[in-house]
């Protein structure tokens, strides 16, 4: 897929430079500093596996692939890390690439061939670090007028995300279980958030943080004390982040793999003076989401789940009104007979995509990597949600635009 194709059918929806900032929030809306409407039209960039760097720098450069994310007509990035990296943020590429062999318990070579590839297409990592890699990265999303949200992604660098990985719930939490929680260390994460907001701050364009992917309770977690540990622990997270970056977004996801607010309906909205006008919720649906599956087929039903498990927030006047981001979703990119999807992931994909375009919000596909570094022990993992081919050079799917436009629109405002 020629960049210059993509962005003559998306040309009205490419990213606007000179976006000023920083971004607030007021209402359900996302306003620049001067008070325009900002809708988030994101891709999600992994960097949260082993080798605690961006994936695909071994297959372009970081300006090539800024490039065509632009092209495309994103405006943001939700990209990836690891408290792992956030609390040791300066090792070597070089060194970073081996640590991910011996971590995964995989060939150190070609793990180490990869960063030779790395260095080939960006000169860089020569010499550099994988906070450094994050640097280059961000510097050329905003070189393109494209915008970043750092995501913490998980505690311990792997992939994510299951109930038995150890990076599910807070280790402080009530009801502690090995499987879910043994990686989740409380204070490495909020030390880890901290640093990663103040670092944040000489970072060009980076507009907001997540504080969590997918959270997620086993058996009685969440359940034991009625969401307390939800309500407390996002709340002193937020508030470190705040005060170490007071101009950033903080986005925030519900239980059960951020699929569930449905307790700041039912019970009580989370406290966000201490950060307010830069709250935004966050949310997660694919086809296989757990917490629809009773809906799975019908999409009016479905519609009606989304409502009632997040999108409620949405409902202007309300104590728990903000801004709603779909944060992930996306859906099987290699072929199928409806413009490149499967019947099965066209009938989700229409749906989401209505439910998404009806109330204008903003949103964020599942994912840009055509491949993985390294996935679950499998070198050069071969994505099958990528946008990007696994040569990170163009579109897996060339109707993929065409399937995104409604979304790109802004039909709505304050």
């Not at 279980?177 to 204070?187: E, P, V």
């Not at 951020?258 to 989370?270: C, F, P």
Request: net charge negative.
């Amino acid at each position: 897929m020629k960049i210059a194709y993509v962005a003559a059918i998306l040309g009205a929806a490419l990213p606007v430079l000179g976006v000023n900032l920083p971004l607030k929030t007021s209402s359900r809306w996302i306003l620049d500093a001067d008070g325009n409407r900002v809708k988030l039209r994101c891709i999600n960039w992994a960097g949260h596996l082993e080798a605690n760097t961006p994936e695909g720098l071994n297959k372009q450069s970081v300006d090539y692939i800024a490039g065509v994310i632009a092209a495309q007509g994103f405006n943001c990035v939700r990209l990836t890390y690891s408290i792992d990296h956030a609390l040791n943020p300066n090792v070597p590429l070089s060194e970073a690439f081996t640590n991910a062999a011996t971590a995964a318990g995989v060939d150190v070579n070609t793990m180490n061939s990869m960063y030779t590839q790395v260095v080939a297409k960006n000169p860089f990592a020569a010499s550099g670090t994988n906070r450094d890699a994050y640097a280059a990265v961000i510097a050329a999303l905003w070189n393109q007028g494209v915008m970043t949200i750092l995501d913490n992604h998980v505690s311990k660098a792997s992939w994510c995300c299951d109930l038995t990985d150890g990076n599910g719930w807070w280790d402080q939490g009530e009801g502690y279980i090995a499987a879910n929680s043994r990686f989740f260390n409380t204070d490495n994460w909020l030390n880890g958030l901290e640093s990663i907001a103040q670092w944040a701050t000489s970072q060009p364009g980076v507009i907001g943080m997540g504080l969590r992917n997918e959270i997620r309770e086993l058996l009685v977690q969440g359940t034991i004390n009625g969401r307390e540990d939800w309500y407390n622990f996002l709340t002193q997270a937020a508030t470190r982040v705040h005060q170490a970056n007071p101009d950033i977004l903080i986005l925030m996801g519900g239980t059960q793999s951020s699929t569930d607010l449905t307790h700041i309906r039912t019970e009580k909205n989370i406290d966000w003076s201490g950060w307010a006008g830069k709250h935004v919720w966050e949310w997660h649906a694919y086809s296989f989401t757990v917490t629809f599956a009773l809906a799975s087929g019908n999409c009016d039903l479905l519609k009606q789940a989304y409502g009632l498990f997040d999108g409620f927030v949405l409902t202007q006047g309300e104590s728990y009104t903000a801004p709603l981001i779909l944060s992930e979703f996306g859906f099987g990119q290699a072929g199928g007979p409806n413009q490149g999807l499967s019947d099965d992931d066209n009938a989700y994909f229409q749906c989401i995509r209505d439910y998404v375009v009806d109330n204008d919000s903003e949103w964020a596909i599942w994912a840009l990597q055509g491949s993985y570094y390294l996935r679950q022990g499998t070198f050069d993992w071969d994505e099958q949600f990528g946008v990007l081919d696994t040569n990170w050079t163009g579109l897996r799917n060339p109707d993929l635009p065409a399937l995104l436009e409604p979304m790109f629109q802004v039909t709505q405002g304050p």
